[in-house]
C-alpha cells in the first residue's frame, strides 16, 4: 500500500514530461487524495501528436517486434498485478477481487493481440476477366490514431485499443479518464519498459473540452476508438468527418428469464451481475424481463441475494460492491430512484445513499418514460418486469434506443436460436446474463450503442488498409 502521494508525469515520445498544472485523482473510498497527475496543455498535445506522426513515417516497428513488445508487456502486467489491481480499486472503486479479474483479464487481451499481429496477411484475388494480370492485396497500418477511454475498466479497456493499434503497427495516443489515469500511467511505465519505439505510444491528460477537442480536430490523427456515453460518440463523429472512429457507446441492457430455465440459479447470476463494479459496466444487467409464471419465485430469490451483497471498502477482499466513480453520480441514481418511485414504481431492496456508496436496488413496477428503464443507468440498479409471451419479452428487450447485449435464460434449443434473430443487438448471450464478455470475441453494439467492433482480431481490421495491387503480367 502506498505511503505517500504519487506524483506522476506524462509519456510523451519516450520521455516522461512535467508540467505546470496537474489533475488530482482521489480514493473513490476515502477520499483521500491518492495521487497528481501532469495535465496536457495545447503545446504538450501537439508535441504528442507530432511524434506519433514522426514514429509512423520514420520508426519501423515489424511484426515479429510487434508480437515481442506486446507479450511482453502481457508478461509485465502480470508481474505487477498486486499493484495494479490496488491502483484499480483505489482510484476506481472497484473491488479489489474484479480488480485482479480486470489485470488478469488485460494479460489476455495483450497477447491475443499478439498472436493476431502475427496473422496480418493479404490474399491473392482469383483473376477471372482481365487476362495477364496478378492481383492480391496487402495489409498497412492507417496511421496514427487516439483512444479516448473511460473511467470503469481503467486497464482493460485501454488495452483494448492499445494492444490492436500496436498489434497492426499504428502509433497511438491515449487520453484516459482523469479521474482513472494513474492505471494508465502505470501501463505506459510497462509498455516502455517492454521495449516499444519510441513515439508508438502516448499519454496525455486533460479534459475533453481542451485535450479531447485538441485531438479530434487535428486531420493528422485517422482513426479514432472511443467508449463512453452516445453525446459525446456523436459529437465525435460530427466533429471528425469522414476519419474514421470505433465507438462503443454504452446500454441499458436486458436479460430474458423465461419459464423453462433454472430460476434460482438465474436470479442468483442476475444479483451477482447486476452490481459488479456498482453497475457501471456496459454491459450491466439493468432491464430482466421474467415470464409471468416464474415471477414470484423469481423474485424472492433475487431480492434475498442482492440484499446478502457485501458493500463497502473495495480493498477488502469480502467486498461484492464499493463506491460509484463519484458522489456526483451517486446522487444523479439517487434521483432516478426517487422519480421512478414517484412514478408508482416499488424499491424491493437497496437504494439508499451514503457519500458515493449506493446500496444495490431492486425495483419493480417500472415502465417506459422512466429513466432507470431507458437511459443507462450506469449504477447498481436493476429493473423488472414480467412477460406473458417470448414475442412480448422480444419487444420489450428492443424498446430501446440501445443495442449493446441481451441475455437469455431458456433450454428452449429452437428458442435459442431463432433469438439473436429477433434481437436489436451486437451480442446474445444464451443461458447467462447480457454482462458476460470474453476479450477475444467481437464487442460492439447497434443503434446508439455504437459502431464498430471491438476484440483484438475484429478491432485489428479496423486499423489496417486494405491495399489492392494489380500486377500486369504481359508488360
Known amino acids: 500500500m502506498q505511503s505517500s502521494i504519487l506524483k506522476e508525469k506524462l509519456f510523451i515520445n519516450g520521455e516522461w514530461i512535467e508540467t505546470e498544472g496537474t489533475h488530482q ?34 520508426i519501423n516497428f515489424p511484426v515479429e517486434q510487434r508480437y515481442e513488445v506486446l507479450m511482453r508487456a502481457a508478461d509485465l502486467l502480470k508481474q505487477n498485478q498486486t499493484a495494479l489491481a490496488e491502483t484499480i480499486a483505489i482510484e476506481g472503486g472497484k473491488p479489489i477481487s474484479d480488480a485482479n479479474v480486470e489485470v488478469t483479464r488485460s494479460v489476455s487481451t495483450l497477447q491475443v493481440a499478439a498472436e493476431e499481429a502475427k496473422k496480418l496477411t493479404g490474399e491473392i484475388i482469383p483473376n477471372y476477366n482481365a487476362p495477364g494480370r496478378f492481383l492480391y492485396t496487402v495489409k498497412k497500418p492507417v496511421g496514427v490514431v487516439a483512444a479516448i477511454t473511460p473511467f470503469n475498466f481503467p486497464l482493460n479497456l485501454v488495452v483494448h485499443k492499445v494492444g490492436p493499434a500496436l498489434a497492426a503497427g499504428n502509433p497511438i495516443i491515449i487520453k484516459p479518464a482523469s479521474d482513472t489515469a494513474t492505471t494508465t500511467v502505470k501501463l505506459c511505465e510497462l509498455l516502455e519498459e517492454a521495449g516499444v519505439p519510441k513515439g ?6 486533460g479534459s475533453g473540452r481542451t485535450v479531447g477537442e485538441q485531438l479530434l480536430n487535428d486531420e493528422r490523427i485517422v482513426h479514432y476508438t472511443f467508449t463512453g456515453s452516445p453525446a459525446i460518440g456523436k459529437h465525435i463523429q460530427q466533429t471528425i468527418g469522414l476519419r474514421k472512429a470505433t465507438l462503443e457507446l454504452g446500454s441499458n441492457s436486458a436479460t430474458i428469464v423465461h419459464h423453462d430455465t433454472d430460476v434460482e440459479k438465474a436470479a442468483k447470476k442476475i444479483a451477482r451481475m447486476a452490481n459488479v463494479n456498482a453497475g457501471q459496466v456496459c454491459i450491466s444487467v439493468q432491464r430482466v424481463f421474467i415470464h409471468d409464471s416464474i415471477k414470484e419465485a423469481f423474485l424472492d430469490t433475487l431480492v434475498r441475494e442482492v440484499a446478502q451483497l457485501k458493500v463497502g471498502d473495495p480493498l477488502n477482499k469480502d467486498t461484492n460492491v464499493g463506491p460509484m466513480i463519484s458522489e456526483k453520480e451517486a446522487r444523479r441514481i439517487e434521483s432516478w430512484i426517487d422519480e421512478a418511485v414517484s412514478a408508482g414504481a416499488v424499491v424491493l431492496t437497496g437504494g439508499k445513499r451514503e457519500g458515493s456508496v449506493v446500496q444495490p436496488a431492486v425495483l419493480t413496477n417500472v415502465k417506459k418514460g422512466l429513466k432507470i428503464v431507458d437511459e ?49 443487438v451486437g451480442g446474445v448471450i444464451v443461458n447467462d446474463t447480457s454482462s458476460f ?29 486494405t491495399v489492392t495491387v494489380v500486377v500486369n503480367l504481359e508488360e
Open 437 to 465: 464478455r470474453a476479450d477475444q470475441m467481437p464487442y460492439g453494439g447497434v443503434k446508439e450503442s455504437g459502431n464498430g467492433k471491438e476484440g483484438p482480431a475484429y478491432a485489428i481490421q479496423e486499423l489496417v488498409e
Open 200 to 205: 508508438y505510444v502516448q499519454c496525455v491528460v
Open 376 to 424: 443507462e443507468a450506469f449504477a447498481p440498479i436493476v429493473s423488472v418486469s414480467s412477460y406473458d409471451t417470448i414475442e412480448e419479452a422480444v419487444a420489450l428487450v428492443n424498446d430501446s434506443k440501445y443495442g449493446l447485449q441481451a441475455g437469455i435464460y431458456t433450454s428452449d434449443l429452437k428458442l435459442s436460436y431463432q433469438i439473436p434473430y429477433l434481437l436489436e
Open 25 to 58: 485523482v482521489f480514493n473513490k473510498y476515502t477520499g483521500e487524495l491518492f495521487s497528481e497527475i501532469a495535465l496536457a496543455d495545447e503545446k504538450i498535445v501537439d508535441q504528442a501528436i507530432n511524434a506519433a506522426v514522426t514514429a509512423h513515417k520514420e
